[in-house]
């Protein structure tokens, strides 16, 4: 055991700083075959190998030598980040409390007044560079602890986007209108989202965590259509009253389909729950004629309140097996004519101070021309 710690010890090595040429024969020789051990006769050539080593561990300091003293050596270590964790030990014939005091507070380590003992010398090295190494390891763990929780971090994100593109590839399974849909509602609800964040009515809320998990979260807003019977999803014209009241269960189902989702993953995730405000309340409208549950104004929340407006431009602009699709023009002022009414009248006023964003993400992501084809064959299959 004592060969292995010689050994270790014999990796440490301590610069030695004293413009007496005895006393850096007297402390070489009494720490060589401990320790390796550098000197410097003065403070400005201990701060040039400073400079080009990377290697030490503990500094012996002088403090009274001509050109730099141990105080101006101190100072120039403690501001410098590659040295100002290495303990620093003075060495000196000032034995007064105040000297030793200032000493301390300047950020030395240890403080030995001269004529020096030996075994004095020897114990408080080995204190000090006993700490080092201590204070070394926490520092080590916790940058292996940081990396880890950055690296967890990164899995659970990356559970979410799993679970969520999971579950809206199987609504796009369902509605072959669903994908290029739920890439432009993503964007439009972003875009209200950035807009309203510094509004006194949203700013609580809209931070940029917010705002990212609503970007994420937005795909899920109809998938409980899934859910859905395809002879009333796919009626290629309006639906009866009573195919209305069944349609209208997709805000239900959707909240159920990712409540269950949040149990199978066995945390909450806040993408999720706010998925499934989304979900179940996209369709209130803000006087309150909406469903599930006819919220009102303020009830309804905030995600939800966003992403009618985002839906409804969407649909009124997409062409759909039964219907034909309108001009943004238009859909603009149907959004506007439905402010305070149907959606919250600040949300509208930023989606028009925002729509021709709207428009360059509907540009961005067409539907496919054959969607509709595609849609016909389906549902004649079914009926």
Known sequence: MSKYIEEKNLRKTILVVDDNAENLFLILDLLKDKYRVKVANSGEKALKFLESSDAVDLILLDIMMPGLSGYDVIKVLKKDIKTKDIPVIFLTAMR????EQKGLEMGAADYITKPLSASIMLSRIKTQLENKEAKDFLKDKNIYLEKEIIKRTKEVSVIKDVTILTLTSLA???????????????????????????????????????IETLYRSAPLHDIGKVGIADKILLKPGILTLEEFEI?????????????HAEKELGVEVKCLRVAKEIAFSHHENYDGSGYPLGLCGDEIPISARLM???????????????????????????????????????????FVARHNDFLRVAKSFLDNASVIEQKSEQLSQIL
């Not at 007064?96 to 000297?99: G, R, T």
Request: net charge negative; no cysteine; hydrophobic share 35%.
């Open 172 to 210: 796009e399974t369902r509605d072959l209108d669903t994908g290029n849909h739920i890439k432009r509602t993503q964007h439009y609800i972003f875009i209200l989202a950035v807009a309203l964040k510094n509004h006194p009515r949203f700013m609580e809320y809209l931070s940029d965590e917010m």
């Open 247 to 259: 349609m209208k269960r997709h805000t239900t189902l959707g909240k159920d389909a990712i409540e």
């Open 308 to 350: 009618a407006v985002a839906d409804v431009y969407d649909a009124l602009i997409s062409e759909r097996i039964y219907k034909s699709a309108i001009s943004h023009e238009d859909a603009v002022k149907t959004i506007v004519q439905g402010s305070g009414s149907k959606f919250d009248s600040d949300i509208v006023d930023v």
């Open 96 to 99: 007064d409390v105040e000297d």
